[in-house]
């Protein structure tokens, strides 16, 4: 059996939990880091409060392969991530002179204030993170990685960091579509799943149109065993009468 | 100082940690709690797990007033949220006659098979969550909603629940977009939430053709207090140079 690598992601901000931004980083992560094969357990959506940052932290590297977070690393007060990293691990925070060189790739001398300078604060031992996008760095200590909440942003440094991720088994899936209620194909599905435990089958209804469908996801690390298995449901559910649609698998 | 009503969501799905698929409630349910004045405080995204999910609700219905689930509800092998809510309360997962009643108004008893019956499984003790879109209930017992992963039918399910909440006092904000990026801004900004503390002062940068603004939100129970910071937000950035926009406060 393949060593499960998990990780788990911190999306840190009041403005996801008051309702006023839609996350957007959420589903480019986790299939991001489907496609190195590291399985994302868990998401946690916090606030900017450094008793929460720093526990949540702390739970969540101890119980995963990597960790990354998501904002709170600009020039603001309200941007205390890289203060509560350094809590969490231990370590004081420092001016490190390799980000106030990437600083200064952005912004003149004459405007590098003390709030942008902040942006240089990093916990010691950390190594950057490149931002090709405004160059103000995230960093990763231990198994962390510190990345902006931005979405622009937060892809770049993350397609930077990603190559270098040891992943384990990667999953892939095939979804097949449905035309039936998933209640009918339910004690089938149970059946399948049952003899099948190698693979994870996902059912997931829908209504188009006024009709129900199902669409049911089969996912696992063995390309052959995934794609017999779906065709196995769609066999099933054929032989109740369905009609059905065997989809090419996606890239996830 | 009014009491702080507080809630977590639990997203229970496979789907959307393997990015399969972007979640649709969580903004849903931030904006509709805040409206009635009880303050979003975690969300956590977890895997269909049995371990993971008793772990996890009996975690946040200790450290908050309400705790809300979506997933995991419906006919099929993997949905488990039922059982796994009866776990966690210690109580035993009986089938409810009131939620078979229910089912029976949207499918025929000859469809009624074993596997839709399933969602007539109600841990004991809970009150039924009306589901007027597709009849299968969701459930509350003690302080944890059980809701569908179904957008429609979640967006159904909470609009009933959302009147029996006790809400604490109501979060008001008022926002201000700047047209200077946010590093300029921040020494100003800082003082300025120094200074008001009763008011949460956000700060969220974006660029628009090219150029760098900053939108800062100011939060808080006192209406009059949030509209006179922003307005002290402006006044700051306009002394500094920079166009702002005071804008209408949203409905959040």
């Known amino acids: 059996m393949v060593e499960e690598v998990t990780a788990a992601l911190v999306i840190i901000g009041n403005e996801v939990l008051s309702g006023r931004t839609q996350d957007a980083n959420l589903q480019y992560i986790a299939v991001g880091l489907n496609e ?76 590098l204030n003390e709030a942008r300078l902040r942006m240089a604060n ?26 902006a909440g931005v979405p622009k942003i937060m892809q770049a440094m993350f397609d930077g960091v990603r190559g270098s991720l040891r992943g384990g088994a990667k999953m892939v899936s095939k979804s097949v579509t449905i ?26 209804p829908f209504s188009r149109e006024g009709k129900f469908g199902t669409v049911i996801v089969t996912r696992g690390t063995d390309p052959a065993t995934v794609a017999q298995v779906s065709h196995e449901v769609a066999v099933m559910a054929e032989s109740l009468g369905a009609r059905t649609e065997e989809e090419p698998p996606p890239s996830y």
Chains 1, 2 share one sequence.
């Open 36 to 111: 190195v094969g590291v399985r994302l357990k868990e998401v946690r959506v916090i606030a900017d409060d450094e008793a929460a940052i720093i526990r949540t932290v702390n739970e969540l590297r101890a119980a995963n392969t990597y960790v990354f977070t998501t904002g709170g690393i600009g020039p603001t007060h309200d941007d205390i991530t890289a203060e509560c990293i350094a809590k969490a691990f231990g370590v004081p925070l420092r001016r490190d002179p390799r980000a106030v060189e990437r600083l200064l790739r952005q912004i003149k001398p004459e405007n």
């Open 122 to 147: 990093i916990p010691e031992g950390a190594d950057l993170i490149d931002n090709p996008v405004s160059h103000a760095p995230g960093f990763r200590i231990g198994n962390v990685h510190v990345m």
């Open 179 to 204: 035309h039936m209620g998933e209640g009918a194909i339910a004690d089938g599905l149970r059946q399948l799943q049952a003899d099948r435990p190698a693979v994870e089958i996902g059912s997931y």
